[in-house]
């Protein structure tokens, strides 16, 4: 007696659509979610630094500078380095005498980086006993006399004996600005970053 076998019916292969869609959505996503947070103007609430961004960054007047001894000071000639920068008016007092030498240690701390950072004093009074010793003191350190907002910043101090620290890149344009109380070690770390990652300069 022989039994005749039915056939059983071949099994369809699966179509692979939905898994490529998946994949697709999957690897779209995360632009997908960026493009909408760039286009709401999100932006997060803390960044690595400790001074404050200036976005978009501030270019420095041509010119306007004058040297210790009273002549032109083309901005220019301070291009090619990051600037620390000392700005304010007045008498450079206790608080500002501090920061002048903090800037100093800054820039040794640097160690192999050193060489790309330029230290440098903006004031009205160029001729200040203080600053004249500094500069006797450290040939390196750069005192110029500048016009009232001469920096492009609008939180730039306006009344007397009051300085700010600012970054600038070897551009010439502002970048960073620094609350009087931000210690010098947080500016360290930041400009320790920046040398890192920055092939300019």
């Known amino acids: 007696m022989t039994t005749n076998s039915v056939p059983l019916p071949l099994a369809r292969p699966s179509s692979g659509l939905p898994m490529l869609v998946l ?3 999957l690897l ?15 932006q997060p609430a803390r960044t690595g630094n400790h001074g404050t961004l200036l976005n978009p960054p501030q270019l420095l007047p041509a010119a306007g500078l004058l040297d210790s001894a009273g002549r032109p000071l083309a901005t220019a000639e301070l291009h090619g380095k990051w600037l620390l920068i000392l700005a304010g008016r ?7 005498r ?15 980086e050193m060489g790309r950072l330029r230290r440098v004093v903006l004031t009205d009074n160029a001729g200040d ?5 500094f500069h006797r ?46 210690a010098g070690k947080a500016v360290r770390a ?9 092939w300019t300069g």
């Open 137 to 182: 003191q450290q040939p390196d350190l750069v005192v110029a006399a500048a016009p009232a907002r001469w920096l492009p910043d609008k939180e730039q101090p306006a009344e007397p004996n009051a300085y700010r620290l600012y970054v600038a890149d070897p551009q010439g344009q502002l970048i960073i600005s620094y609350r009087p109380d931000v």
């Open 98 to 112: 501090d920061r002048v030498d903090e800037m100093r240690r800054i820039q040794v701390s640097l160690n192999k």
């Open 90 to 96: 007045g008498a450079c007092d206790a608080a500002c």
């Open 129 to 133: 006993g203080a600053l004249s010793d």
């Open 190 to 198: 930041d400009l320790d970053r920046l040398l890192k990652f920055a």
């Open 23 to 25: 994949i697709v959505t």
């Open 28 to 42: 779209a996503l995360p632009f997908a979610i960026a493009a909408g947070l760039y286009l709401l103007g999100w």
